[in-house]
């Protein structure tokens, strides 16, 4: 019982030092710098920030202005300025259409009226370097895949989930994107609707890669018939479920 209340003594005691002094780490025995709280010293070590991908850093809950890590995805140091990570090397958070970016490309940045926008904050679409495939079926026709009918924006994350869930055959387009690990992000999808059509405009500006052929998108129809895209010419049009087309996976940001 007294090695406990020693022990807890003591914590108390190094607590409360360290709420009101300044602490300096150095094989030395060096003193801090009058201006700093913390001075850790050295000329053969270094200190090493929490380490991570860029999906681990998006993902950390309300950071605080000044929190820093290291970026494994691009081998860089990031701090967050109270609005966006920034990579030391001065790069913001500010995106631009056709700029590698989050385990993809960027094909579509939010504009005013978009489900989603923030006047603050970008947001849009990535999409993946390559297709994930040339010849996927849309999957289970004859059956309704109830609430895989979203058009909009915003809505192909939920379509792919519902297919994934309400059609167990593997292979199928929706599946291809769900189940893709690309770029050290896991949240793939395939593209709604209007989405695959921010894809075709990404095409014209001359980025992504697209081949001039249909790819599909994750807006069904009816039980029998679900909406691809024809990259020669823009044109949308639902077909039979059990037609191969291209994919090509997105993801948000």
Known sequence: MK???????????IASYSLTAQVAIT??????????????????????????????????????????????TTNNPN??????????DGTSGAVSIGQSYQGGI????????????????????????TNQSTGAEWGCIYTL??????????TGAGNTVDIMA?????GIAARL???????GYQDWYLPSYDELNKLYALKLLGFGGFSGVYYWSSTEYNFQYAYRQNFADGGQIYMSKSITAYVRAIRSF
Request: proline fraction near 3%; charged fraction near 10%.
């Open 3 to 13: 090695k406990i209340n020693i022990l807890i003594a003591a914590i108390f005691i």
């Open 27 to 72: 094989a030395s025995g060096g003193s801090a710098d009058a201006s700093a709280i913390l001075d850790v010293q050295s000329t053969t070590l270094g200190v090493l920030l929490p380490r991570m991908t860029e999906a681990q850093m998006n993902a950390i809950s309300s950071p605080a202005a000044g929190l820093m890590i290291y970026n494994t």
């Open 79 to 88: 701090y967050f300025n109270g609005t966006v990570w920034i990579s030391v």
């Open 106 to 129: 960027v094909a579509y940045i939010l504009q005013s009226g978009d489900p989603g926008y923030n006047a603050s904050l970008q947001h849009g679409i990535i999409v993946a370097t």
């Open 145 to 154: 895949i109830t609430g895989a009918d979203g058009t909009a924006l915003g």
């Open 166 to 170: 309400g059609c167990a055959t593997a």
């Open 177 to 183: 994107c769900g189940d893709l690990d690309e770029g």
